[in-house]
């Protein structure tokens, strides 16, 4: 099976760091509502949930990051000649 090809029929775009926390807020907001009150285990849930979405917002836009200024430099060392 070919690594790279995925078996989704329908490509989903991936969610940028800022649309990342705006869910995780959604679902924060959710789990501290007053209708959950009555049930621990789904705010507890929601709750863990949007703290690993904003860690992996975090990442994201690390990741991101880093690979803008990867591109630049390499940019600049073939303008400068070295690659």
Same mark, same amino acid.
């Given at each position: 099976?070919?690594?790279?090809?995925?078996?989704?029929?329908?490509?989903?775009?991936?969610?940028?760091?800022?649309?990342?926390?705006?869910?995780?807020?959604?679902?924060?907001?959710?789990?501290?509502?007053?209708?959950?009150?009555?049930?621990?285990?789904?705010?507890?849930?929601? /709750?863990?949930? #949007?703290?690993? =979405?904003?860690? +992996? !917002?975090? *990442?994201?836009?690390?990741? /991101?990051?880093? #690979?803008?200024? =990867?591109?630049? +430099? !390499?940019? *600049?060392?073939?303008?400068?000649?070295?690659?």
């Amino acid at each position: 099976m070919d690594e790279g090809k995925s078996t989704n029929t329908t490509p989903m775009p991936q969610m940028r760091p800022d649309e990342m926390r705006g869910l995780a807020h959604r679902l924060r907001a959710r789990a501290e509502s007053v209708l959950l009150r009555h049930q621990p285990e789904q705010h507890r849930d929601l /709750l863990t949930a #949007a703290s690993l =979405i904003e860690q +992996l !917002a975090d *990442l994201a836009a690390e990741v /991101l990051s880093s #690979a803008a200024v =990867i591109d630049r +430099l !390499a940019r *600049l060392l073939r303008i400068a000649g070295g690659a």
